[in-house]
């Protein structure tokens, strides 16, 4: 719960802390909220769409804020375990409440409702989300004691900030038009018109209850009609109870800090695309890694290797029809293998293959962090990981995926064959270094998973002929790689890339962490526990978070922050090699990043402690998942 004392300045600060901001979603885009009541970020219709609302990115970019004239205390919350989000303005004068929500459309108990209990061969859960949501922002403002004024800018910007649109009062509220989409507010109020978008000073007294809703819309659609303030009761209470529901319908949890990890599981949900089942690793772009260093980029996209480590956080908690779908989505999105293309590491939320990478030349970014890029080049560089990563998927959901098809099947050998064909070139390894490639030690270690596994499942796929005894050679010669050239005996670890003991180069990459997850080397192997031990030493910063791997590694220009995941994966690799006392220590160490609403970004600033990077991240929730259950089975 965040408690803040904001003068009345009428205006926000252009760059607030990431970690200042709730999250909504509708499972079709999501938005942004400070905590002084400003929607700064919100893409309509999906995740990846252009921002009406990019106030985040640029104080020209548009935002929809309702603050208290005066100056204020606030206090959020979370309506249980939902994305209903509650701030409480308090003034010397008065209390009002402001609810808001992104509409989830009714909710359907019978069809796309009810979780089905069936057995492990034929599990069928079904969502208690709506499978339509309408694309609205709700926004309710109530007075609870006294009176308040409260100051009220409605200013959406579409095409991240390009467009002023045109508004015009229609009945019961607003229409802005301009550029590819048309925004109807409904307003009980009325409001002015001018630069600054619709505004307006209202005025609460103890019992009031103002309801307002924006619908975003096509060009070439119709504008819909405004709503009754009943219709908008209606929406926000359904929208509650569809999050709610499905929260209630998975098991629960018994392991640590159970808050954080029901709101995690919550933020996996939220950041899945409902029409595909696809997941953004985050639903912003260009938030940085560190301020000012041009280390910006897109998140908003389904990457492939976040299969992996999605099934394995949602599947451990109960989730099964949810990683199917994202597996599912993985599988179509990709389609065949060929033999002279590496597998695309990522896609958009819709199955699109082209992700070409632009910059956004009139933003200003993020605390000045310039370029603002849309897009992500890296669907170009090879990476060898991912095939690991999707075959891991399938392993995780044998016993969910028994009628795969034809397609499904061959697919998944193709997957196979490509990890067989391709483990001994170079890449780009896991965290996309736009320097020289190299051979990662984490992107071979994969490759022997994908191979692993598709010797595991080859029985379930009907394979036949010599694939099998192919995919087992090709694995024996992978570990052998890895255990003879990887391992480094003056660093007393496997390093971040093969044969760095010859070359007198002795990095370490904290994705080898994984070793001990994916079984590669037993927990009590002493190469593992001398390579966590490693890890831990040189990477942690004095917060004791970890880096992904020590600088100037990577191509780019600039320092990075500590990254989340990689503290989680410290933990859950403590866990795993029998040491759970200090694991405990490290997933408190981690899990204190998240903000007061238990949302995480993707890294954190070694020097101050804030927020850096996309918001929230999908990966550090993940982690925050992964790690709990493996502290919870090894203290079993």
């Given at each position: 719960m965040e408690h803040r004392d904001t003068a009345a300045t009428g205006a926000t600060e252009p760059s607030r802390p990431i970690e200042d901001y709730a999250l909504l979603s509708d499972r079709h885009g999501a938005a942004l909220v400070s905590t002084d009541g400003s929607i700064d970020w919100l893409c309509r219709p999906r995740f990846d769409s252009p921002a009406v609302f990019g106030r985040l990115l640029d104080p020209e970019a548009g935002h929809w804020s309702i603050r208290p004239a005066a100056a204020f205390h606030t206090e959020r919350s979370y309506a249980g375990d939902t994305f209903v989000l509650r701030t409480v303005f308090t003034t010397d004068t008065g209390t009002v409440h402001l609810t808001d929500a992104l509409a989830l459309g009714p909710t359907d108990t019978a069809g796309d409702g009810a979780e089905t209990n069936t057995t492990d061969d034929d599990t069928d859960e079904r969502l208690l989300l709506a499978a339509h949501a309408p694309i609205a922002t709700l926004r309710v403002l109530e007075c609870t004691a006294g009176d308040m004024d409260l100051d009220f800018v409605f200013r959406p910007r579409p095409e991240y900030g390009l467009v002023t649109p045109i508004l015009t009062a229609v009945p019961g509220g607003v229409l802005a038009t301009g550029g590819p989409v048309r925004t109807v507010l409904t307003s009980p109020v009325d409001l002015a018109f001018g630069h600054h978008g619709a505004t307006a000073r209202l005025r609460l007294r103890a019992g009031d209850r103002l309801r307002f809703a924006a619908q975003t819309t096509g060009l070439a659609d119709t504008p819909p009609p405004t709503w009754t303030p009943?219709?908008?009761?209606?929406?926000?209470?359904?929208?509650?109870?569809?999050?709610?529901d499905w929260s209630d319908a998975h098991p629960p949890w018994d392991g640590p800090l159970p808050h954080l990890f029901r709101r995690s599981i919550?933020?996996?949900?939220?950041?899945?695309?409902?029409?595909?089942?696809?997941?953004?690793?985050?639903?912003?772009?260009?938030?940085?890694?560190?301020?000012?260093?041009?280390?910006?980029?897109?998140?908003?996209?389904?990457?492939?290797?976040?299969?992996?480590?999605?099934?394995?956080?949602?599947?451990?908690?109960?989730r099964h029809g949810e990683a199917v779908e994202f597996f599912e989505f993985m599988t179509h999105a990709a389609a065949r293998y060929k033999p002279e293309t590496p597998l695309q590491i990522m896609f958009g939320i819709g199955g699109e293959h082209d992700l070409s990478e632009r910059e956004l030349g009139h933003l200003s970014g993020w605390r000045a962090s310039r370029p603002v890029r849309v897009g992500n080049a890296a669907w170009l560089q090879p990476q060898l990981d991912v095939y690991g990563e999707l075959l891991d998927a399938a392993w995780h959901l044998r016993g969910h995926l028994r009628r795969l098809d034809d397609t499904a099947r061959h697919f998944l050998a193709d997957v196979a064959d490509a990890a067989a064909d391709q483990w001994e070139q170079p890449d780009q390894g896991i965290w996309e270094s736009r320097g020289l490639p190299r051979h990662y030690t984490y992107s071979k270690l994969m490759c022997w998973v994908a191979l692993d596994r598709a010797v595991e499942y080859a029985r379930l796929l009907d394979i036949e002929g010599d694939a099998a005894p192919r995919w087992e050679a090709e694995r024996d010669r992978i570990r052998e790689a890895i255990e003879t050239r990887g391992w480094n005996p003056e660093a007393g670890a496997f390093c971040a890339a093969l044969d760095s003991a010859s070359e007198n180069r002795d990095d370490l990459d904290a994705a080898v962490l994984s070793m001990a997850a994916v079984?590669?080397?037993?927990?009590?192997?002493?190469?593992?526990?001398?390579?966590?031990?490693?890890?831990?030493?040189?990477?942690?910063?004095?917060?004791?978070?970890?880096?992904r791997y020590e600088s100037g590694s990577d191509g780019l220009e600039g320092p990075e922050g500590s990254f989340v995941m990689c503290t989680f994966w410290l933990a859950q690799a403590l866990a795993l090699t029998g040491r759970p006392d200090r694991a405990r220590d490290a997933f408190a160490v981690a899990a204190a990043c998240a903000n007061d609403l238990g949302l995480m970004s993707e890294e954190v600033d070694t020097a101050s402690g804030a927020m850096l990077g996309n918001f929230p991240q999908a990966f550090s929730h993940i982690g925050l998942i992964n790690a709990a259950v493996a502290i919870r089975d090894a203290e079993r």
């Open positions: 009943e219709a908008i009761d209606a929406a926000l209470t359904e929208t509650a109870r569809g999050w709610q919550l933020v996996l949900e939220a950041l899945r695309y409902q029409p595909t089942g696809a997941i953004v690793a985050a639903p912003t772009t260009s938030l940085p890694e560190s301020a000012g260093a041009g280390r910006n980029w897109d998140y908003r996209y389904a990457w492939v290797r976040d299969a992996s480590f999605t099934v394995q956080a949602l599947a451990a908690a109960g079984g590669f080397l037993p927990g009590d192997d002493p190469r593992l526990v001398s390579t966590v031990d490693a890890i831990a030493a040189r990477l942690r910063d004095p917060r004791g978070l970890v880096r």
